[in-house]
């Protein structure tokens, strides 16, 4: 099973300032011969299901404001928040989707 | 649209039963390794179990093996989760979600609260 391990576990930014979401697996999500990497970002709000915010380690998902923006490679991923805005605070999660079973990130909480 | 819709949550005492279902719809259900994921109450994100393309292969978490069935019909584009002997540990929401090598796909979830 990947161990998917976030930092860090909340985080408290300025408005317009950057918020920065670390996550490492515990081996590459990295799948060579179709060079994607297995990796996805979501946004929850209280009481309401998790939000796809980026899918293969940085590609935003349709509707999603371009201050999302996701990186890194097989092993360390950062999902990186322009310009934080006050609907921005919720908890940050990430998730492996390379091999069975999905495993998520601890969660990060990111406030004002 | 890429949706999944769960159902059959609820309130049930210790030891009881629930099945939950999950219709899919907007994507080729049958090319799809399909899971349920859930939440306890302030609390992170759980893999629960997942199933094959065909159904020929399924796996639950730790805390749930022996007591909780996956299952699906492709003819009827679901999934299902038997779940017997309900713990109040139990108790979270319960998501369908389209999350293994693909990309990801998630329902509004299901409510299960196991309590006397």
């Known amino acids: 099973e990947i161990v998917m391990t976030q930092s860090p576990d909340s985080l408290a930014v300025s408005l317009g300032e950057r918020a920065t979401v670390n996550c490492e697996s515990s081996q590459s999500i990295l799948y060579s011969s179709k060079n994607k990497t297995y990796l996805a970002w979501y946004q929850q709000k209280g009481g309401q299901p998790p939000k796809l915010l980026i899918y293969w380690s940085s590609i935003r998902e349709s509707g999603v404001p371009d201050r999302f923006s996701g990186s890194g490679s097989e092993t360390d991923f950062t999902l990186t928040i322009s310009n934080l805005q006050s609907e921005d605070v919720a908890v940050y999660y990430c998730q492996q989707y390379f091999s069975t079973p999905p495993t998520f990130g601890g969660g990060t909480k990111v406030e004002i | 649209q890429e949706q999944l819709v769960e159902s059959g949550g609820g309130l049930v005492k210790p030891g009881g039963s629930l099945r939950l279902s999950c219709a899919a719809s907007g994507f080729t259900f049958s090319d799809h390794y399909m899971s349920w994921i859930r939440q306890a109450p302030g609390r992170g994100l759980e893999w629960v179990s997942y199933i094959s393309t065909t159904g020929s292969h399924s796996a639950h978490g730790d805390s749930v093996r022996g007591r909780f069935t996956i299952s699906r019909d492709n003819t009827r584009n679901s999934v299902f989760l038997q779940m017997n002997n309900l713990r109040a540990e139990d108790t979270a929401v319960y998501y369908c979600?389209?999350?293994?090598?693909?990309?990801?796909?998630w329902g509004h979830g299901t409510l299960v609260t196991v309590s006397s």
């Open positions: 979600a389209r999350v293994i090598s693909a990309k990801p796909v």
